[in-house]
């Protein structure tokens, strides 16, 4: 600690002005203005003085006279201070060298200078004297001069010169002895110092001084409690700068010898070099505080140390994590542990520092690094650490506890110094069913596979073997799935988990999707039955049980099990209610069956299968010759579900009734509108011929002719060709003979672009390109089924075509698809999934108002699963918050955090802790982050948003030190996330300039 004080010292000099001896000319009147002017000089009145020797330099042709004439000319420019005087003084002892006055003249305006406080400019003028023409006194007086000068200037070494010449003078001994012992206080030369103060003690014009020099003297020399004594004893009489010194003097003297509660009062009423404390003084108040038991307070003082970069820096933030500590406050803790265990000042605090960070990352998580590598990273850096079987048994939970399983596999992969095997097979297994529940089966099937490659755990094994026959199912490995399930339920590991409680639905489906309808029904039934089932699945299982009795042409049963579904009012009662009335007909109950499609279209008004309803029972009554009642049947089809791909069937069926009833124009009517409205249909193409037949009736052959020569999808004389080439091709496809049915249907296209079968052979070559993963090979096919009128292809050429384009973020390409897709879809799940990703894209195309509309949506349809309406709030909150809607998308957040798993999680959590801080609740707000890190670390972007709204709340709590060591750490870790380190670094540059306002070491460069 550097004490420093201004002394000014006031010299008195006397100018001695020489007089012209008698002569007898002085009485001439060339000497009366002269003389005249002299006594003017000796009175100070310099501009008088000046003006009349000035004319006495033009009257006069003495040259002592002119010469001395010139010189109080110059003497009294520079007492007035007039520009130019020191020119006036240098051409006066360049143009008389031989004047009497030439050495008096360069001392007389160094003491002028001297007195005037110009010490520079005194220095300048003592250079040009020569010391051998200068009396005893005169000398004495230079040397002390020049030696204070530079004392002034700060150049020791030239004021000990000059003033160790006087330092016996009766006149300027005591003052040069007080000046050479400060300079030796300066120096740190305090044996020295006291020697020269002891000189001088007597006399009073330093006493006062002295006292304070001998305080600081002995503190700077250990000598704590002689500084404390003096320091005290000066205390009542010092000004208030010296106040505050002495209490620094003796507060640091009590901190030295250990009595911290003494040294407390004192540290506090330091006031600072110009107002600010710096690093030190925080430390030791804080440290005073912390030996005491104060936590609280050695938090405050600890917390305003910012940018320390030293040893003092580094214990302050050790004792500041263990004062957190002590006040469970674990997250500011973890900042300060890490920040001490970076520094290398003192390797012992560094160690404890990193173990101590290593166990609070395990504990409360870490939004810097993965807890996993931290402890790694511990054990690696402390490889002979005592702590180190504790901290690997840390680790070997971590990788489960973190929930971040992509990072643990990534550690435990590339790590050959850690091998645990059981650790190894859970998070291969929860890594796969992230992987699962995101929908990407392929990887988190080689993550079940990893994970059974160490069967370790008979639970885990048993798991990953359900959850891999799971993934085989969803991707269409329906034989392979069957064998992980059958496995599974043999496992001595699958006894109490919840996956066993539904597997004989899984299995049912298994066998379902293999046309094992047989065993199907075994399963569905036996899990149908089971009342303690979820009710959804129960529900789905009546309905497949139907569907399986229902193929076997078992349609008793399968009503009964349709009767069931029904009577439960699940998603697919319309379903079920449809089938049952089918089954009607194929057990000779017409009449039940035509009621109860006429009951099923009055339930079910909004039902997907109220056009398939229609079409039944218009089919129905032609069937019984009840053709009037099946052509209304078929016109309210046509009418009321006009978008249906069974309106072209129906114009057809019309059009052969018409045509069986010898109604020839009529039918060729419904004909030409079906070529017309659906070309490239089977139904077109049939009806191309069923024209045929009707103009040959009518005899109107020619007309037949002109009409068919502008279809273009008709090639009459290649029909032959056309139809042998395509079934070469859709042979190859049944027989799952892929490479081949590509090769047969690319042939096909190429010779029949516009072919009899062109609208099926481009959905099956998109859905084989889309198959084998050549998706954009599949686009133009996609898109040619449909721009074509609606078919039965045209629903999922659009799911397919729609997936295609989100997968590859062409958001805009993607939204006419969808929104087709929406429109049009009978199957609700196709609906939703338009709906869903309508309001995704929409949203990333900053279409605001339409993401908002679809989500909106989403929400009121009651076949939404939970994680579509997640997305749809979601949806709904970010567009609120794009908008400035704060409240509504508070609500919707609020709503997602009831549900939500995952990123949307983690989203939400965010949302949560923005919206506390913006309520001016920091703690909580924090808190929010807390658990964001602790349970969602895999989610960076909301991490790292998280730690940066932390470092807010932590300074509005007052906390500068959390708050600009997560800021710095957030702008050095965090580059990828340029946005948010952007903000942080104004937020960083604002605290800092707060903080500078009073704490000397803050500094302003970022």
Do not use: C
Not at 586 to 602: C, G, Y
Request: net charge negative; glycine share 4%.
């Amino acid at each position: 600690m550097k004490h420093s004080k201004t002394f000014l010292f006031v010299a008195f000099i006397f100018f001695s002005i020489s007089v012209f001896p008698q002569q007898s000319a002085i009485h001439t009147n060339e000497l009366v203005d002269y003389n005249r002017a002299l006594e003017l000089y000796n009175n100070r009145q310099y501009l008088a003085a000046q003006k009349l020797f000035e004319d006495v330099l033009e009257e006069v042709n003495d040259e002592k006279i002119k010469a001395n004439a010139a010189y109080y000319i110059a003497n009294a420019a520079i007492r007035l201070n007039q520009r130019g005087a020191d020119a006036l003084m240098e051409d006066f002892v360049e143009q008389y060298p031989t004047s009497t006055k030439r050495n008096s003249a360069f001392s007389d305006v160094a003491n002028f200078y001297f007195d005037k406080g110009s010490y520079s400019l005194a220095r300048k003028w003592y250079d040009m004297v020569d010391q051998s023409s200068l009396s005893r006194k005169e000398l004495r007086r230079f040397y002390f001069n020049n030696g204070y000068a530079y004392f002034k200037g700060n150049d020791y070494d030239q004021a000990r010169n000059y003033l160790n010449r006087v330092k016996d003078s009766e006149e300027y001994g005591s003052q040069a002895t007080y000046y050479l012992g400060f300079m030796a206080y300066e120096g740190d030369n305090y044996f020295e110092a006291k020697e020269l103060f002891e000189e001088v003690k007597e006399d009073s014009r330093y006493q006062e001084d002295m006292s304070y020099f001998q305080s600081d003297m002995n503190f700077k020399s250990g000598n704590f409690q002689e500084a404390i004594n003096s320091a005290l004893e000066q205390l009542p009489r010092a000004n208030r700068l010296e106040k505050s010194e002495l209490n620094k003097i003796i507060g640091e003297s009590y901190f030295n010898l250990g009595q911290y509660e003494e040294a407390i009062p004192y540290l506090k009423e330091y006031n600072g070099q110009r107002g600010k404390w710096n690093n030190t003084d925080y430390y030791q108040l804080g440290y005073a505080y912390f030996q005491q038991g104060n936590y609280e307070g050695a938090i405050s003082e600890f917390n305003k140390i910012i940018d320390g970069k030293d040893e003092v820096a580094q214990n302050a933030y050790y004792h500041l994590a263990q004062s957190y500590l002590k006040m469970d406050q674990k997250q500011q803790a973890l900042n300060a542990f890490k920040n001490a265990s970076e520094m290398e000042f003192n390797q012992d605090i560094k160690a404890d520092a990193a173990l101590n960070y290593a166990k609070l990352s395990y504990e409360i998580g870490n939004s810097y690094a993965s807890v996993p590598q931290v402890l790694m990273d511990y054990m690696e850096d402390y490889p002979n650490s005592p702590a180190n079987d504790e901290i690997r048994e840390l680790l070997i939970d971590s990788f489960i506890t973190t929930r971040n399983f992509e990072e643990a596999m990534r550690l435990l992969q590339g790590n050959r110094d850690f091998q645990n095997n059981v650790v190894y097979q859970k998070v291969a297994f929860y890594r796969g069913l992230e992987l699962f529940e995101e929908g990407d089966y392929r990887a988190a099937n080689d993550m079940f596979e990893k994970s059974l490659s160490q069967r370790r755990d008979p639970k885990f094994t048993a798991l990953a073997t359900f959850w891999k026959a799971e993934s085989d199912f969803n991707l269409n490995r329906h034989q392979e799935a069957l064998i992980g399930y059958r496995e599974f339920a043999g496992m001595s590991g699958a006894q109490g988990v919840s996956e066993k409680q539904n597997l004989d639905y899984n299995i049912g489906y298994a066998y379902f999707k293999q046309r094992d309808y047989d065993r199907a029904i075994e399963y569905f039934k036996r899990y149908a039955e089971n009342a303690s089932n979820d009710k959804n699945r129960r529900n789905d299982a009546f309905v497949r049980l139907g569907d399986s009795y229902f193929v076997n042409s078992s349609y008793w049963p399968a009503m009964e099990a349709y009767n069931q579904a029904v009577s439960m009012g699940g998603a697919d009662s319309d379903y079920a209610a449809f089938q049952k009335a089918i089954s009607y007909g194929f057990v000779d109950r017409t009449e039940t069956k035509i009621e109860a499609l006429q009951q099923f279209m009055n339930n079910f008004p909004r039902s997907p299968y109220r056009d398939d309803a229609l079409y039944e029972l218009g089919n129905t009554y032609v069937a019984m010759n009840r053709t009037a009642e099946g052509l209304q049947a078929y016109d309210k089809l046509i009418s009321q579900v006009p978008g249906s791909s069974y309106v072209p069937k129906a114009l057809l069926k019309q059009g052969l009734i018409y045509y069986n009833t010898d109604r020839g124009n009529q039918a060729l009517e419904k004909m030409k509108r079906v070529v017309s409205e659906y070309p490239n249909s089977p139904e077109a193409v049939q009806g191309v011929e069923t024209a045929r037949l009707i103009y040959i009736d009518l005899e109107r052959t020619d007309e037949y002719a002109a009409w068919v020569k502008n279809i273009d999808f008709v090639e009459v004389t290649d029909a032959d060709l056309d139809n042998t080439t395509y079934e070469a091709a859709e042979n190859q496809y049944l027989q799952n003979n892929n490479d081949q049915a590509i090769r047969g249907f690319e042939k096909y296209l190429s010779s029949f672009p516009n072919g009899i079968h062109a609208l099926k052979g481009n959905f099956y070559l998109a859905q084989l390109y889309f198959r084998e993963g050549n998706k954009q090979e599949a686009i133009p096919h996609y898109k040619f089924v449909v721009n074509k009128e609606r078919s039965e292809y045209t629903e999922k050429a659009l799911a397919k075509l729609s997936q295609i384009y989100l997968e590859d973020r062409k958001y805009s390409e993607a939204l006419p698809v969808l929104e087709k897709l929406a429109s049009q879809a009978e199957n609700q799940q196709n609906r939703i999934f338009a709906l869903s990703n309508l309001m995704k894209a929409n949203l990333e195309l900053n279409n605001l108002a339409q993401a908002e509309k679809y989500a909106q949506q989403v929400l009121q349809n009651p076949q939404t699963e939970a994680a579509v309406k997640n997305d749809a709030q979601v949806i709904i909150a970010r567009v609120a918050i794009k908008s400035g809607n704060e409240a509504k998308a508070r609500n919707a957040y609020a709503e997602i955090r009831k549900t939500a798993t995952g990123e949307l999680a983690a989203e939400a959590l965010y949302y949560d802790a923005y919206f506390k801080n913006k309520d001016a609740n920091y703690e909580a707000s924090n808190e929010a982050i807390q658990k964001l890190t602790k349970e969602y670390s895999g989610y960076k972007q909301y991490g790292v948003k998280g730690l940066l709204l932390m470092a807010k709340n932590f300074y509005q709590l007052g906390d500068a030190y959390q708050a600009t060591y997560i800021l710095e750490n957030v702008i050095q870790n965090f580059k990828s996330y340029p946005d948010v380190v952007a903000e942080a670094r104004q937020e960083l540059a604002r605290i800092k300039a707060e903080e500078a306002k009073t704490n000397a070491s803050v500094q302003q460069n970022n």
